[in-house]
C-alpha cells in the first residue's frame, strides 16, 4: 500500500530521510540528465570554444563549457550511474534523483511539473534539481 501525502510530508523534516537519501547515494544513484533536444544557436566550430547547452553528447556536447557533460563526468567518477534522457518518462520511475537541464528559456509546463511532483511524493528521498537557462 502506498502511504498517502499526508505520511510523505511528515517524513520529509525526520533524519530518517537524510539517512535514506544519503544510504541510497552510497550504493549509487542513478542521475538523469534531460533536456538534450537542440543545440543552442552560435555555437563555435573548428578549434574555437564549445558552447553548447543542454546536450552531454556528441562532438560539441561533450566538448562543451555550458557543464551537462562535465556534471555528467562528475557524477561518474564519483561512482554514481548516469543515464540521459530527453523527456520525462515512466522508465524514470526507478530513479532517486533527477538533474534537469532544459535547453530552452521557458518554465516546465503544468503537465511536466505534475509528474515531477508526482514523482517527488512517489518515493520519499528522492531529490529532484532543475537548472535554469541563464536570463541575461
Same mark, same amino acid.
Given at each position: 500500500m502506498r502511504p498517502t501525502r499526508d505520511q510523505l510530508r511528515r517524513n +520529509?523534516? @525526520?533524519? *530518517? #530521510? !537524510?539517512h535514506r537519501t544519503l544510504a541510497r547515494m552510497r550504493?549509487? !544513484?542513478a542521475c538523469w540528465l534531460l533536456g538534450a533536444l537542440a543545440v543552442v544557436g552560435g555555437c563555435s566550430r573548428g578549434g574555437g570554444i564549445h558552447d553548447t547547452y543542454g546536450q552531454r553528447r556528441g562532438y560539441e556536447g561533450s566538448d562543451s563549457v555550458n557543464g @551537462? =557533460?562535465? +556534471? =555528467?563526468? +562528475?557524477?561518474e567518477q564519483s561512482g554514481y550511474r548516469v543515464f540521459t534522457w530527453q523527456r520525462l518518462s515512466p522508465k524514470l520511475e526507478d530513479a532517486d534523483v533527477i538533474v534537469w537541464a532544459p535547453d530552452d528559456f521557458r518554465p516546465p @509546463? =503544468? *503537465?511536466? #511539473?505534475?509528474? !515531477? *511532483?508526482?514523482?517527488l511524493w512517489t518515493e520519499p528521498g528522492r531529490t529532484f534539481v532543475y537548472i535554469g537557462r541563464d536570463f541575461d
Amino acid at each position: 500500500m502506498r502511504p498517502t501525502r499526508d505520511q510523505l510530508r511528515r517524513n +520529509l523534516h @525526520t533524519g *530518517e #530521510r !537524510i539517512h535514506r537519501t544519503l544510504a541510497r547515494m552510497r550504493a549509487g !544513484i542513478a542521475c538523469w540528465l534531460l533536456g538534450a533536444l537542440a543545440v543552442v544557436g552560435g555555437c563555435s566550430r573548428g578549434g574555437g570554444i564549445h558552447d553548447t547547452y543542454g546536450q552531454r553528447r556528441g562532438y560539441e556536447g561533450s566538448d562543451s563549457v555550458n557543464g @551537462t =557533460a562535465v +556534471l =555528467a563526468n +562528475l557524477f561518474e567518477q564519483s561512482g554514481y550511474r548516469v543515464f540521459t534522457w530527453q523527456r520525462l518518462s515512466p522508465k524514470l520511475e526507478d530513479a532517486d534523483v533527477i538533474v534537469w537541464a532544459p535547453d530552452d528559456f521557458r518554465p516546465p @509546463t =503544468a *503537465e511536466q #511539473r505534475d509528474f !515531477i *511532483e508526482e514523482w517527488l511524493w512517489t518515493e520519499p528521498g528522492r531529490t529532484f534539481v532543475y537548472i535554469g537557462r541563464d536570463f541575461d
